[in-house]
């Protein structure tokens, strides 16, 4: 009988891991420029940032076809290709995105890697980490205090509607009980009853804010065009009405900088930040990214959910705004979400099929022809399973192979950096081809409706786009805001090139509709809302944080 394989974190509790100085000597930090946090984390500070470096080195980004609930293993397979470039002689580093608390104790359990491709101390990333997710709690809640103390004030007044004030409150853990709440009540001294609510903490502005500032200055900038409502007489009103910005920003004086981590194999790691995709932009902050690109030849850094979301956002956004230009694109893929799409129901995901596989690969070869779009060329990385069988990962290369593209086996899970060298050496040969040449989809100056209609149709396959009656009402308070000049960070499921969830697979002949919208005005993007999106999610049934316990000596089980 085959040995149990070893959990996620009896893997992590079993690595010796470097001084954080070690792993900062192998980057070429002066240990003089950490800021501690123990022996196994720290801040980096913001001047290490050289746009020069940043220029001539290789920026790689990992994502994914569209997931299973579980998801595919882009941030394994992110910090299991970092690993495989370090063994083949590159100096490289991987930058991430920092977990949040509601899917840690929520469905996922935790997101640090898997098995011999994790980021350490695995414990301290998927718990409270730095504070950073704290911080940004802080910063957004302070408004929110300010925003209703300016309506109690007698004498300070701006004169906010009540009623227009779309600013909510934030806290890190999935509490569908706090989605609609009603505030204020019990007497005149707890303020002036209203409508609010709590998003999750990666929903916030604030977190899109910290993801999207290039600097100090220019997060107080972004922090104080944060946008709130309206007054009696609709005048828009913002942060800095509230002269918000400078206290905001004090809160966020350490979540600015980036944290300095190790995998497995003490190569370096730099978490920061840490949106959704399916709701905002779903990558790391464009200071860890530039940080990471100053200090290594290569980086590697991933975007969350499919590429329809996660990759479109970090190119159309992030890249756009930060400067940035990816050199090669890895496309992770499984064969269980090819059997997904192709028909196999949750409890058949493990039974090989070469049929359900066959079916399956309209959706990966939609996202390798969406990729191909901003002039990047995958590669396609198989995450690979016990379950996979040879007959089906032949199908997916020999399918890669007719349309230009390779699909390599990458074994970081169960095997490490020995596992991904392959995959490592075709990244390599990629970025050295030149071949990439990567443009974003669309220019921000095109109209809204015209951008998110070439989001609709060239990345989902969609026939077009139709706008609800509030949908309309808001585009008209964008035009009046002087916000179409933004990109458009879509809002829309996971599950499905389309609105719908239950189209699988590579959906034909749909529409999306676009409920209303949100603008996030301080970090610089317009938020189409597509479908019923939840940004405050609730518990699942069983929720993982039932399997999780703590002994006597402070050692944890259950993160996964």
Same mark, same amino acid.
């Given at each position: 009988m085959a040995a149990k394989f070893p959990s996620d974190i009896e893997i992590a509790q079993k690595n010796k891991m470097a001084h954080i100085n070690d792993i900062a000597t192998k980057i070429s930090i002066d240990t003089d420029d950490l800021e501690l946090y123990g022996k196994s984390k720290a801040k980096l500070p913001l001047s290490i940032i050289d746009e020069k470096k940043i220029a001539k080195n290789n920026l790689v980004l990992v994502t994914a076809l569209t997931p299973t609930p579980a998801g595919e293993g882009k941030t394994t397979t992110s910090i299991g290709l970092t690993e495989g470039l370090n063994k083949i002689g590159k100096q490289a580093t991987v930058v991430l995105r920092e977990p949040s608390l509601g899917p840690v104790f929520g469905i996922k359990g935790g997101a640090a890697g898997g098995g011999y491709a994790q980021v350490v101390p695995m414990e301290d990333i998927n718990l409270h980490f730095t504070g950073d997710f704290s911080a940004v709690e802080k910063a957004n809640n302070l408004l929110s205090a300010l925003i209703d103390n300016n309506i109690q004030s007698k004498t300070k007044s701006l004169g906010i509607d009540p009623r227009t004030i779309i600013w909510k409150r934030v806290m890190d853990m999935n509490d569908r009980s706090l989605r609609q709440i009603t505030i204020g009540l019990g007497g005149t001294a707890n303020g002036i009853p209203r409508e609010d609510g709590f998003n999750i903490t990666p929903a916030s502005e604030v977190m899109a804010i910290l993801c999207m500032a290039e600097s100090f200055a220019d997060l107080k900038t972004k922090l104080g065009n944060i946008f709130i409502g309206y007054t009696m007489d609709k005048k828009p009103i913002y942060a800095r009405d509230l002269k918000a910005e400078n206290a905001m920003a004090i809160l966020l004086k350490d979540a600015i900088k980036p944290n300095l981590v190790q995998t497995l194999e003490e190569n370096p790691a730099i978490i920061h930040g840490g949106p959704f995709a399916n709701i905002a932009q779903g990558t790391n902050t464009i200071i860890a990214t530039k940080v990471g690109l100053s200090l290594s030849d290569y980086v590697v850094t991933e975007a969350g959910f499919g590429a329809d979301l996660g990759a479109e956002k970090f190119l159309d956004i992030k890249c756009v705004s930060g400067g940035l230009k990816p050199k090669a694109l890895v496309l992770v893929a499984t064969i269980r979400a090819l059997r997904h799409h192709g028909g196999a129901k949750k409890e058949e995901y493990n039974d090989a099929s070469v049929e359900r596989v066959g079916n399956g690969f309209a959706n990966l070869e939609k996202h390798i022809e969406n990729c191909k779009k901003f002039g990047l060329n995958p590669v396609v990385a198989i995450n690979a399973f016990p379950s996979d069988t040879e007959e089906e990962v032949k199908l997916i290369? *020999? %399918?890669? $192979? /007719?349309?230009?593209?390779? !699909?390599?086996?990458?074994?970081?899970?169960? #095997?490490?950096?020995?596992?991904?060298?392959?995959?490592?050496?075709?990244?390599?040969?990629?970025?050295?081809?030149?071949?990439?040449?990567?443009?974003?989809?669309?220019?921000?100056?095109?109209?809204?409706?015209?951008?998110? *209609? %070439?989001? $609709? /149709?060239?990345?989902?396959? !969609?026939?077009?786009?139709?706008?609800?009656? #509030?949908?309309?009402?808001?585009?008209?308070?964008?035009?009046?805001?002087?916000?179409?000049?933004?990109?458009?960070?879509?809002?829309?499921?996971?599950?499905?090139?389309?609105?719908?969830d239950k189209l699988l697979g590579r959906p034909t002949g749909f529409r999306v509709n676009v409920r209303e919208f949100e603008f996030a005005t301080g970090a610089g993007f317009v938020i189409p809302i597509l479908g019923n999106m939840m940004r405050m999610p609730g518990l699942p049934a069983t929720p993982a944080s039932e399997g999780m316990d703590i002994d006597n000596d402070g050692v944890i089980s259950g993160l996964s």
């Open positions: 290369q *020999e %399918r890669c $192979a /007719k349309i230009g593209v390779q !699909a390599i086996v990458a074994e970081g899970f169960a #095997k490490g950096g020995d596992g991904m060298t392959n995959l490592a050496e075709a990244v390599v040969k990629e970025v050295e081809s030149g071949k990439s040449n990567f443009h974003p989809l669309y220019n921000w100056n095109l109209t809204i409706k015209e951008k998110i *209609e %070439r989001v $609709a /149709k060239e990345i989902y396959g !969609a026939e077009g786009v139709d706008y609800s009656k #509030k949908a309309i009402t808001d585009l008209k308070k964008i035009d009046a805001l002087g916000l179409q000049g933004l990109p458009v960070c879509m809002a829309k499921t996971q599950k499905s090139f389309s609105d719908n």
